[in-house]
């Protein structure tokens, strides 16, 4: 199989350069794009000490994907995510949907933060986030954090973040655009978005509808997901957004091959929202934002729960003197929710816990090429106590074209009420989860056509909360100390302007912390222009996977293969054929959960 897609790849490689034949000189490509997550200011990311992958807009637009955490999944090193379905991810205990970065994460996700806008995205009462409320639809750019980020984020920040930024309209004029889909196993997609821009004020929404019979029976899933943002420039100086979304989600869990399940169902609806105000003046900028998450899950067991996660942040960022940055700021926040169900093990009730967290973040350039940086956070959390978090980070800048990068931070997270609580494998005597990574990162540019980035990283704590035993009848214990240690690579090269080429690779050594986190996995994939035709090839290889700690329960090796053509027929109107494991490979990411074999999507789009 490997070598059926290598061949593929070459030949996309042969027909991209009999197409044009310009030389590196004349390419010109954006390789050190800002981003905001790694410091909640905008920067440069060579400027940053953290590992950091960036999606772009343009890869966004031409993805086969409908999940946001499908494409991190393709384009990030050193990060896992587990599935079962054409569509659908599911909530329950060992369910799809966990992501792991550099081995922390677990299932469901409780060590990596996902935020929207710079906002946590979590169930209020499981203290996870839910990966079915994360499609594409509204997103123009995702930030991923590989590496503790708490002392900007505070807990379940520990693995890292992935931070999914809504989609402005920034030019004047407005745009409606309306998508569909067929496929294989019914695989239907409605979605309609429509922007606008007059100067001071810009919006853009869409809502989207996608559904499936599934590959497998009982296996059907249904959503509508609608995203808002909006933006107003009040003066010349301040500045305020909306951001906004909801999600009704309805699917079914098969079960495992060998045990079937014809009933498992899972109701759920996601909203979230956030309010922002910038002000930009002689002091620095100021930034306050108001956020809440909210929402109602329905299970077949009986589960009725309702959750909010709600909470402000405010934080002033001033340049006190030449190459200094210094950010001030305090985050507050409650989340809870109230269990209604009969099931029987669980704790009825409402639960709510608070926290606050001041922070400091400073950052100094010295000789234009030194760059130091520091930060410090104080949480207070109402059961855990306080926790000190302190954050170390150098840039040294060799030349114009290469920079190394050192790093010394502390990752944190708190239990959660599930954890503590609810229900078996409950353990109110949980301790908060700590580690400490220390990173080396190397980053080379080669004559604006090409980038190779390198990090090394040695993370080492304890207390991780694992599961004893059978879940229902075991306990969540915490864990010996552990180390991590591994290596990752990206690189990103256009040799010509019909040509790009990226490709990831990680090797990790967990130790005993092996459950859904792969020691080795190759992300390779090729993009090349042919006239108007824009052909399109991913692969994913994973080895070393394990469906359990302790290197339990070994998976077989897979390699998957994603191929895509798309043509826009006219100037408004685009049509994209995908294969989707193109090779017919039988895989799974979760013991006893097959995933789909070779699939067929027809999309297409008219742009108004």
């Given at each position: 199989?490997?070598?059926?897609?290598?061949?593929?790849?070459?030949?996309?490689?042969?027909?991209?350069?009999?197409?044009?034949?310009?030389?590196?000189?004349?390419?010109?490509?954006?390789?050190?794009?800002?981003?905001?997550?790694?410091?909640?200011?905008?920067?440069?990311?060579?400027?940053?000490?953290?590992?950091?992958?960036?999606?772009?807009?343009?890869?966004?637009?031409?993805?086969?994907?409908?999940?946001?955490?499908?494409?991190?999944?393709?384009?990030?090193?050193?990060?896992?995510?587990?599935?079962?379905?054409?569509?659908?991810?599911?909530?329950?205990?060992?369910?799809?949907?966990?992501?792991?970065?550099?081995?922390?994460?677990?299932?469901?996700?409780?060590?990596?933060?996902?935020?929207?806008?710079?906002?946590?995205?979590?169930?209020?009462?499981?203290?996870?986030?839910?990966?079915?409320?994360?499609?594409?639809?509204?997103?123009?750019?995702?930030?991923?954090?590989?590496?503790?980020?708490?002392?900007?984020?505070?807990?379940?920040?520990?693995?890292?973040?992935?931070?999914?930024?809504?989609?402005?309209?920034?030019?004047?004029?407005?745009?409606?655009?309306?998508?569909?889909?067929?496929?294989?196993?019914?695989?239907?997609?409605?979605?309609?978005?429509?922007?606008?821009?007059?100067?001071?004020?810009?919006?853009?929404?869409?809502?989207?509808?996608?559904?499936?019979?599934?590959?497998r029976p009982n296996s059907a899933y249904e959503s509508t997901v609608a995203t808002l943002?909006?933006?107003?420039?009040?003066?010349?100086?301040?500045?305020?957004?909306?951001?906004?979304?909801?999600?009704?989600?309805?699917?079914?869990?098969?079960?495992?091959?060998?045990?079937?399940?014809?009933?498992?169902?899972?109701?759920?609806?996601?909203?979230?929202?956030?309010?922002?105000?910038?002000?930009?003046?002689?002091?620095?900028?100021?930034?306050?934002?108001?956020?809440?998450?909210?929402?109602?899950?329905?299970?077949?067991?009986?589960?009725?729960?309702?959750?909010?996660?709600?909470?402000?942040?405010?934080?002033?960022?001033?340049?006190?003197?030449?190459?200094?940055?210094?950010?001030?700021?305090?985050?507050?926040?409650?989340?809870?929710?109230?269990?209604?169900?009969?099931?029987?093990?669980?704790?009825?009730?409402?639960?709510?816990?608070?926290?606050?967290?001041?922070?400091?973040?400073?950052?100094?350039?010295?000789?234009?090429?030194?760059?130091?940086?520091?930060?410090?956070?104080?949480?207070?959390?109402?059961?855990?106590?306080?926790?000190?978090?302190?954050?170390?980070?150098?840039?040294?800048?060799?030349?114009?074209?290469?920079?190394?990068?050192?790093?010394?931070?502390?990752?944190?997270?708190?239990?959660?009420?599930?954890?503590?609580?609810?229900?078996?494998?409950?353990?109110?005597?949980?301790?908060?989860?700590?580690?400490?990574?220390?990173?080396?990162?190397?980053?080379?540019?080669?004559?604006?056509?090409?980038?190779?980035?390198?990090?090394?990283?040695?993370?080492?704590?304890?207390?991780?909360?694992?599961?004893?035993?059978?879940?229902?009848?075991?306990?969540?214990?915490?864990?010996?100390?552990?180390?991590?240690?591994?290596?990752?690579?990206?690189?990103?090269?256009?040799?010509?302007?019909?040509?790009?080429?990226?490709?990831?690779?990680?090797?990790?050594?967990?130790?005993?912390?092996?459950?859904?986190?792969?020691?080795?996995?190759?992300?390779?994939?090729?993009?090349?222009?042919?006239?108007?035709?824009?052909?399109?090839?991913?692969?994913?290889?994973?080895?070393?996977?394990?469906?359990?700690?302790?290197?339990?329960?070994?998976?077989?090796?897979?390699?998957?293969?994603?191929?895509?053509?798309?043509?826009?027929?006219?100037?408004?109107?685009?049509?994209?054929?995908?294969?989707?494991?193109?090779?017919?490979?039988?895989?799974?990411?979760?013991?006893?959960?097959?995933?789909?074999?070779?699939?067929?999507?027809?999309?297409?789009?008219?742009?108004?």
């Amino acid at each position: 199989m490997i070598f059926r897609c290598t061949a593929w790849l070459l030949i996309l490689f042969g027909i991209a350069l009999s197409a044009e034949t310009q030389k590196p000189d004349s390419v010109r490509y954006h390789f050190n794009p800002v981003v905001v997550t790694a410091t909640k200011i905008a920067g440069a990311q060579k400027d940053l000490a953290a590992s950091i992958s960036v999606i772009s807009a343009e890869t966004i637009r031409r993805t086969p994907q409908v999940s946001s955490l499908e494409l991190v999944r393709d384009r990030v090193p050193g990060l896992f995510l587990t599935e079962k379905n054409v569509m659908g991810y599911g909530v329950a205990s060992g369910a799809a949907g966990g992501i792991t970065i550099r081995g922390v994460g677990s299932t469901p996700v409780t060590g990596v933060l996902v935020l929207r806008d710079g906002r946590p995205d979590m169930m209020g009462l499981m203290g996870h986030a839910i990966p079915d409320a994360y499609p594409l639809d509204g997103i123009e750019r995702i930030e991923v954090v590989r590496g503790p980020a708490s002392f900007l984020y505070g807990t379940n920040a520990m693995g890292g973040v992935i931070n999914l930024v809504s989609q402005k309209h920034r030019q004047k004029g407005f745009i409606t655009r309306l998508d569909g889909r067929y496929g294989t196993y019914a695989q239907q997609r409605l979605r309609l978005s429509h922007g606008g821009n007059t100067g001071r004020f810009d919006y853009q929404l869409s809502i989207a509808q996608n559904q499936t019979d599934g590959h497998r029976p009982n296996s059907a899933y249904e959503s509508t997901v609608a995203t808002l943002h909006s933006g107003l420039k009040i003066s010349p100086h301040f500045h305020a957004e909306i951001n906004a979304n909801w999600s009704d989600i309805l699917m079914n869990d098969p079960g495992t091959r060998s045990n079937p399940d014809a009933d498992h169902w899972y109701d759920l609806v996601r909203s979230g929202l956030d309010i922002t105000l910038i002000h930009s003046g002689s002091t620095g900028e100021t930034t306050l934002k108001a956020h809440g998450n909210f929402g109602r899950h329905k299970i077949y067991d009986g589960f009725r729960s309702t959750d909010q996660t709600v909470g402000a942040m405010l934080y002033h960022t001033a340049a006190l003197w030449p190459g200094q940055k210094t950010t001030l700021g305090l985050d507050v926040k409650n989340y809870g929710g109230e269990i209604t169900s009969q099931s029987p093990g669980y704790r009825f009730g409402s639960f709510d816990v608070t926290e606050f967290a001041p922070y400091l973040h400073v950052q100094q350039m010295f000789w234009e090429r030194l760059i130091l940086s520091g930060a410090l956070r104080v949480e207070e959390h109402e059961l855990s106590g306080r926790e000190w978090i302190p954050g170390l980070g150098l840039v040294w800048h060799l030349d114009d074209q290469t920079s190394i990068r050192l790093q010394n931070s502390k990752g944190f997270r708190s239990p959660t009420i599930r954890e503590l609580y609810l229900f078996p494998p409950r353990n109110p005597d949980l301790e908060p989860e700590r580690l400490w990574n220390r990173e080396i990162g190397i980053s080379r540019m080669v004559r604006d056509c090409a980038r190779l980035d390198l990090a090394l990283f040695h993370a080492r704590g304890s207390d991780l909360i694992r599961l004893q035993g059978l879940y229902m009848t075991g306990q969540w214990i915490n864990s010996a100390d552990f180390v991590h240690t591994g290596y990752e690579i990206t690189a990103e090269w256009i040799p010509i302007d019909v040509l790009e080429i990226h490709a990831t690779w990680s090797k990790h050594d967990l130790g005993d912390e092996t459950l859904n986190a792969p020691g080795k996995k190759l992300g390779l994939g090729v993009v090349a222009r042919v006239g108007l035709l824009e052909l399109m090839a991913q692969t994913l290889v994973v080895q070393d996977l394990y469906g359990g700690d302790r290197r339990t329960q070994p998976m077989a090796d897979y390699q998957v293969t994603d191929l895509s053509l798309a043509l826009p027929l006219f100037s408004c109107f685009r049509l994209q054929m995908s294969l989707k494991n193109a090779f017919n490979a039988d895989y799974e990411t979760l013991p006893g959960y097959p995933m789909p074999r070779r699939t067929l999507v027809i999309d297409g789009g008219i742009r108004f």
